[in-house]
């Protein structure tokens, strides 16, 4: 939402183009990788009830190459946004400016299916509020400055918006996947 405010700065053209982009990619992508990282509630909580800790990490490394694998599908539909939209009849140029948003959204789309594994892997633990809230924190105070500089201090404009979004959910999974390696527990 917050690379959708930005890029409302930019125009009309560039607003649309992002508020289309990422409704789709919320629908046909980013949902979709939640929904899947879910199953990990289950699985991990079982897991970690069971004393069975070993599996924990098991189950998260596999929801990842899954997620992983899935993302690669969704990367293809992604990069062809503009032309997909332009079959369903929507104007070229909303279309395009779409296009090359989504396209510029394939990045964070590799990092949110890991995101969301560490996500559960540590919330069936109970390690929610040092951890996660800290790294949410620290990303969207480094997300709006990223952001910021990418859009208006480099020129990119929307590209810049989202490639902004893109680095701070991989710098989330840097720090969630840096705490799970050296925590002791």
Same mark, same amino acid.
């Given at each position: 939402?917050?690379?959708?405010?930005?890029?409302? #700065? $930019?125009?009309?053209?560039? $607003?649309?183009?992002?508020?289309?982009?990422?409704?789709?990619?919320?629908?046909?992508?980013?949902?979709?990788? $939640?929904?899947?990282?879910? @199953?990990?509630?289950?699985?991990?909580?079982?897991?970690?009830?069971?004393?069975?800790? #070993?599996?924990?990490?098991?189950?998260?490394?596999? @929801?990842?190459?899954?997620?992983?694998?899935?993302?690669?599908?969704?990367?293809?539909?992604?990069?062809?946004?503009?032309?997909?939209?332009?079959?369903?009849?929507?104007?070229?140029?909303?279309? @395009?400016?779409?296009?090359?948003?989504?396209?510029?959204?394939?990045? @964070?789309?590799?990092?949110?299916?890991?995101?969301?594994? #560490?996500?559960?892997?540590?919330?069936?633990?109970?390690?929610?509020?040092?951890?996660?809230?800290?790294?949410?924190?620290?990303?969207?105070?480094?997300?709006?400055?990223?952001?910021?500089?990418?859009?208006?201090?480099?020129?990119?404009?929307?590209?810049?918006?989202?490639?902004?979004?893109?680095?701070?959910?991989?710098?989330?999974?840097?720090?969630?996947?840096?705490?799970?390696?050296?925590?002791?527990?």
């Amino acid at each position: 939402m917050i690379s959708v405010m930005f890029v409302g #700065h $930019l125009g009309e053209l560039s $607003l649309a183009g992002a508020s289309m982009a990422s409704s789709l990619a919320t629908v046909t992508g980013f949902s979709l990788l $939640l929904g899947m990282a879910s @199953a990990l509630d289950t699985l991990c909580g079982q897991a970690f009830g069971a004393r069975q800790y #070993h599996l924990l990490g098991i189950y998260k490394q596999r @929801a990842m190459l899954l997620l992983t694998a899935v993302s690669v599908t969704l990367a293809v539909v992604w990069f062809y946004t503009g032309e997909n939209l332009l079959l369903f009849g929507q104007d070229a140029d909303i279309a @395009a400016e779409a296009g090359a948003f989504a396209r510029w959204m394939i990045p @964070a789309l590799f990092a949110y299916g890991p995101l969301q594994c #560490h996500v559960r892997f540590l919330q069936t633990q109970n390690i929610v509020v040092p951890v996660m809230m800290a790294a949410a924190g620290a990303t969207a105070a480094c997300y709006l400055v990223v952001c910021r500089v990418l859009v208006f201090g480099l020129g990119m404009g929307s590209k810049g918006a989202v490639l902004g979004n893109a680095v701070s959910y991989w710098i989330n999974v840097v720090v969630l996947a840096v705490y799970v390696r050296v925590s002791p527990d």
